[in-house]
């Protein structure tokens, strides 16, 4: 079972409210990702990074910072909220650029 | 056109049966391949990866991988209601990026 973990699982928040949604891993990967996606839908990265204090943005403007201080954790934060933001953030994290991903459970963010 | 393409489905299969999903990608220098299944509302998890050309088998899973077609495909024997579930195929492109495709549904008939 994979040690990353999402907090929290469902979020319900009113428009223009900051909000930051925590991933935390345990297996001291250097990599981690955030991918949005809609039910049925493909995942959309947004935002990744490849160590301590490296970030960048996926292919999807989501409006969204990250930050990577320590290796175990990737937060995410959205400034603020709008109904288009209502999704299912997924976290993920590998070893190196050859092994397999491993993904939190995921937050479902509903912004009203 | 996108970089790594899978048929949407829905790909319906008669309960032990082979399930065929098909994945092609556009990037010749990709490397490593990775197939994974996600249940309605879970998060996606590792079925199989592979890295060299043929066959990998695993219980009841078999990747194939052409690389001179650049094509991937996960074969599912013996098909049950539980394989029921999206599939999404990965490759790590050229750039070191995982680049998923879209996913195909597949649906197991009892």
């Known amino acids: 079972e994979a040690d990353i973990y999402q907090t929290p699982r469902y979020l319900v928040i009113g428009t223009g409210k900051k909000i930051t949604l925590e991933c935390s891993q345990t297996?001291?990967?250097?990599?981690m990702y955030w991918y949005q996606q809609d039910p049925g839908m493909e995942l959309h990265l947004i935002h990744y990074?490849?160590?301590?204090?490296?970030?960048e943005k996926g292919d999807l403007s989501s409006e969204s910072t990250v930050s990577r201080i320590r290796t175990e954790h990737f937060p995410l934060t959205l400034e603020s909220a709008r109904p288009s933001h209502t999704s299912q953030y997924l976290c993920?994290?590998?070893?190196?650029?050859?092994?397999?991903?491993?993904f939190g459970q995921g937050t479902r963010l509903t912004v009203v | 056109q996108k970089e790594v393409e899978q048929n949407s489905g829905p790909l319906s299969v008669p309960e032990g049966a082979i399930a065929s999903l098909n994945c092609t990608y556009s990037?010749?220098?990709?490397?490593?391949f990775f197939w994974y299944r996600q249940y309605s509302g879970k998060s996606p998890e590792l079925i199989m990866f592979?890295?060299s050309n043929g066959d990998k088998e695993d219980g009841r899973f078999t990747a194939q991988l052409n690389k001179a077609s650049q094509y991937v495909s996960l074969l599912i024997r013996d098909s049950q209601p539980s394989d029921s579930a999206t599939y999404l195929c990965?490759?790590?492109?050229?750039?070191?990026?995982?680049?998923w495709g879209a996913g195909t549904k597949l649906i197991i008939k009892p």
């Open positions: 993920a994290s590998r070893q190196n650029v050859d092994t397999e991903a491993f």
């Open positions: 297996m001291g990967h250097d990599k």
């Open positions: 990074s490849y160590g301590v204090n490296s970030t």
């Open positions: 990037d010749r220098g990709s490397q490593s």
């Open positions: 592979i890295y």
């Open positions: 990965a490759a790590r492109s050229s750039n070191y990026q995982l680049i």
